[in-house]
């Protein structure tokens, strides 16, 4: 099966049930996704618990240009582009910390922690030249929802809550996974894959995958987790196209909600050491809240570009060239008493084991993406398939798009959004 795509625009290459091959390996398709997705819509650059305090921010990037995510002193969020006014140098090489603003250090020029130019050392010889009201950092919309920090450079983007739609109940689930508290982030790790974004963003909706790249995994947990994982043949277990691109996979439905709970699910016996100190100073109730929560929800949530929200974690990518991304898997726990502690410790070793630089999960997937990049470059008219499930897809009650959780109906909805925005001039 081949297309005739000589000579075709982007927005062509993409099929109802198949995407040409060009979409992973042509710079420049990369350079137009770039400016008009990354550069047009909605991007995630933080957790507000990133941000805890007034003089917190955060070193990130919204598609290829770096920006720093800041609160000031009001509690206000600001998303302002790292890039001195002056002569164009980076005013900020830390990925985190605590400031009361930021100053160059090429030339000095100082600004507050919204992007206001405060001061100019030097100032005899811009008399008449320089108005400081006109030289603040260039900011980025930023809005939030469910403690998530979006950005976006254009000013003209429908509103956050409006971009999420019917996401924005799945975002409300999944963070429930603090078992009554808020949740924020116990740390991070990065690394980069040599392939095309694309490919990483449909692996997060793709659970035909899962049995075959993750048998080690599999192999390595006790039978209660391998039994919950194994969602192959549950006719339950299923996949929303949610609309704006957005999709989520629900591979433990009984989990996609965790205050939806009669008591009757036994806790994993794994965990009994930890219900046992918690049970020290808890009630029971909070203590079966955390305990059942400790494998987050059981779903992937996928919000079209940038991030998913993935069982105990969320999983960033950002592009970097056309064969080229980093992915930031950042881990997730309850923000409680000292006692929630020993749930975020186990909570690290779970993701250690599947998402870590050494666990289980992330290497395997990795390979699978650099193969798929390396595979591409080969006979560029065949097609990239994404018709699983087509055929047996239907409307949920809500009206969603609905197939079987290792059906490709996520991966559809991303390329419809993706087609729309890169018809859109």
Same mark, same amino acid.
């Given at each position: 099966?081949?297309?005739?795509?000589?000579?075709?625009?982007?927005?062509?290459?993409?099929?109802?049930?198949?995407?040409?091959?060009?979409?992973?390996?042509?710079?420049?398709?990369?350079?137009?996704?770039?400016?008009?997705?990354?550069?047009? #819509? !909605?991007?995630?650059?933080?957790?507000?618990?990133?941000?805890?305090?007034?003089?917190?921010?955060?070193?990130?990037?919204? +598609?290829?240009?770096?920006?720093?995510?800041?609160?000031?002193?009001?509690?206000?969020?600001?998303?302002?582009?790292?890039?001195?006014?002056?002569?164009?140098?980076?005013?900020?090489?830390?990925?985190?910390?605590?400031?009361?603003?930021?100053?160059?250090?090429?030339?000095?020029?100082?600004?507050?922690?919204?992007?206001?130019?405060?001061?100019?050392?030097?100032?005899?010889?811009?008399?008449?030249?320089?108005?400081?009201?006109?030289?603040?950092?260039?900011?980025?919309?930023?809005?939030?929802?469910?403690?998530?920090?979006?950005?976006?450079?254009?000013?003209?983007?429908?509103?956050?809550?409006?971009?999420?739609?019917?996401?924005?109940? !799945?975002?409300?689930?999944?963070?429930?996974? +603090?078992?009554?508290?808020?949740?924020?982030?116990?740390?991070?790790?990065?690394?980069?894959?040599?392939?095309?974004?694309?490919?990483?963003?449909?692996?997060?909706?793709?659970?035909?995958?899962?049995?075959?790249?993750?048998?080690?995994?599999?192999?390595?947990?006790?039978?209660?987790?391998?039994?919950?994982?194994?969602?192959?043949?549950?006719?339950?277990?299923? #996949?929303?196209?949610?609309?704006?691109?957005?999709?989520?996979?629900?591979?433990?439905?009984?989990?996609?909600?965790?205050?939806?709970?009669?008591?009757?699910?036994?806790?994993?016996?794994?965990?009994?050491?930890?219900?046992?100190?918690?049970?020290?100073?808890?009630?029971?109730?909070?203590?079966?809240?955390?305990?059942?929560?400790?494998?987050?929800?059981?779903?992937?949530?996928?919000?079209? %570009?940038?991030?998913?929200?993935?069982?105990?974690?969320?999983?960033?990518?950002?592009?970097?060239?056309?064969?080229? #991304?980093?992915?930031?898997?950042?881990?997730?726990?309850?923000?409680?008493?000292?006692?929630?502690?020993?749930?975020?410790?186990?909570?690290?070793?779970?993701?250690?084991?599947?998402?870590?630089?050494?666990?289980?999960?992330?290497?395997?997937?990795?390979?699978?993406?650099?193969?798929?990049?390396?595979?591409?470059?080969?006979?560029?008219?065949? %097609?990239?398939?994404?018709?699983?499930?087509?055929?047996?897809?239907?409307?949920?009650?809500?009206?969603?798009?609905?197939?079987?959780?290792?059906?490709?109906?996520?991966?559809?909805?991303?390329?419809?959004?993706?087609?729309?925005?890169?018809?859109?001039?």
């Amino acid at each position: 099966m081949t297309d005739d795509i000589s000579g075709a625009a982007p927005a062509d290459l993409v099929f109802g049930d198949r995407v040409a091959g060009r979409l992973y390996t042509d710079p420049e398709i990369f350079e137009q996704e770039i400016a008009k997705i990354f550069e047009r #819509t !909605w991007v995630w650059v933080a957790h507000e618990s990133e941000l805890p305090k007034p003089g917190s921010f955060k070193s990130t990037h919204v +598609g290829r240009q770096p920006v720093i995510v800041t609160r000031d002193r009001k509690g206000g969020l600001h998303t302002l582009l790292n890039r001195c006014r002056h002569r164009g140098a980076s005013i900020c090489e830390k990925p985190k910390g605590q400031a009361n603003g930021f100053t160059c250090p090429y030339h000095a020029w100082s600004y507050g922690l919204d992007g206001t130019l405060r001061g100019i050392p030097y100032p005899d010889g811009y008399e008449g030249v320089v108005d400081k009201r006109d030289l603040s950092l260039k900011k980025l919309r930023t809005e939030v929802y469910g403690g998530m920090v979006f950005a976006t450079f254009n000013d003209d983007a429908e509103p956050l809550e409006e971009f999420l739609g019917d996401a924005r109940p !799945w975002i409300d689930r999944f963070m429930k996974q +603090g078992g009554g508290y808020p949740i924020k982030v116990l740390g991070k790790h990065q690394f980069k894959f040599s392939g095309n974004w694309k490919i990483q963003l449909e692996n997060t909706t793709d659970g035909y995958h899962f049995p075959i790249v993750h048998r080690s995994w599999m192999a390595s947990v006790d039978a209660e987790t391998a039994d919950m994982m194994s969602f192959m043949k549950d006719p339950e277990a299923i #996949t929303h196209d949610l609309g704006n691109g957005h999709s989520v996979m629900q591979m433990v439905p009984e989990h996609s909600d965790l205050d939806a709970d009669d008591g009757s699910e036994a806790l994993q016996g794994r965990f009994d050491h930890l219900v046992e100190e918690l049970s020290k100073t808890l009630d029971p109730g909070q203590v079966r809240k955390l305990v059942r929560a400790m494998h987050g929800t059981g779903f992937n949530l996928n919000l079209f %570009p940038n991030v998913s929200m993935s069982a105990a974690f969320f999983r960033v990518l950002r592009p970097v060239a056309v064969d080229e #991304t980093r992915i930031e898997h950042v881990a997730i726990g309850p923000d409680g008493p000292p006692e929630v502690d020993l749930v975020n410790r186990e909570r690290l070793r779970i993701h250690e084991h599947f998402q870590g630089p050494f666990g289980f999960g992330t290497p395997d997937d990795a390979e699978g993406w650099d193969r798929v990049q390396r595979g591409a470059q080969g006979a560029p008219e065949m %097609p990239i398939m994404v018709n699983r499930g087509l055929g047996r897809e239907k409307p949920s009650p809500e009206g969603w798009p609905t197939s079987h959780v290792t059906d490709e109906t996520g991966m559809r909805a991303a390329y419809h959004k993706w087609k729309q925005m890169m018809s859109d001039d």
